[in-house]
């Protein structure tokens, strides 16, 4: 079986601030790792994946996210937080050969002047 | 490519009537699922179809819920009958045939069962 877990239902921060958005796995198998991003009244976007290789794993937006084996974490950062940033953030797993991610509960972003 | 088209992008109805949602996944991806999502309850999975047979229908509500794939490039969701409970924001997705593939979404659907 295959889970995430996002623990903080929300998170504060002020523009210009580094930002962290928490996510842990659990999978049989390999993982791959997703982040999404949802604004309001739209549908989730794809932000960044990892899937092997660098640890370190850079996409849209400036966002980056850290691949951490040993503690099956995959939390997403940023060096400067924007108020655009502000949204909705979903984790997802999958496990190497299923079909099927598996989304956290997602974490509301908030970034205030 | 357009993306992973739904439609209608809202829909109001009365209780008991039926509705149907429509959904046009990226060509060439051949895994498609539907999800609902509301406030209380988050992002829930309902149903989601491999090469266009339904694999896993576990999260479908009840019996009024239905979901058809009838080829590749076309998906419905139906509610009949509808009720108030029933309103959310419905999302179709769908992914390549890669595992390393993620999930491109449509708009959505925003229900409102009156």
């Known amino acids: 079986a295959q889970s995430v877990a996002q623990p903080e239902d929300q998170v504060n921060v002020a523009e210009g601030n580094p930002l962290t958005v928490k996510c842990t796995y659990s999978v049989s198998g390999n993982p791959y790792l997703f982040w999404y991003v949802q604004y309001p009244n739209r549908g989730l976007q794809f932000l960044l994946k990892?899937?092997?290789?660098?640890?370190l794993v850079k996409g849209s937006y400036g966002f980056e996210a850290e691949f951490n084996k040993s503690q099956t974490s995959f939390h997403l950062k940023k060096p400067s937080a924007l108020v655009s940033d502000s949204a909705l953030y979903f984790c997802?797993?999958?496990?190497?050969?299923?079909?099927?991610?598996?989304f956290g509960t997602g974490t509301r972003l908030q970034v205030t002047l | 490519d357009a993306g992973v088209i739904q439609s209608p992008r809202h829909e109001v109805t009365e209780m008991g009537q039926e509705v149907t949602l429509r959904c046009k996944p990226i060509s060439g991806h051949n895994s498609l699922f539907w999800y609902r999502q509301t406030m209380m309850r988050g992002l829930e999975l309902l149903i989601y179809?491999?090469?266009?047979?339904?694999?896993?229908d576990s999260g479908m509500p009840e019996d009024r819920f239905s979901a058809k794939m009838p080829n590749a490039s076309f998906s419905t969701l139906k509610i009949q009958p509808s009720e108030p409970r029933d309103s959310a924001v419905y999302f179709c997705?769908?992914?390549?045939?890669?595992?390393?593939?993620?999930?491109?979404f449509g708009s959505g659907t925003r229900l409102t069962v009156v």
């Open positions: 997802a797993v999958r496990d190497g050969g299923a079909s099927k991610l598996t």
């Open positions: 997705a769908s992914s390549p045939p890669s595992g390393a593939g993620g999930y491109t």
């Open positions: 179809f491999n090469n266009n047979v339904p694999i896993d």
């Open positions: 990892y899937i092997t290789g660098d640890n």
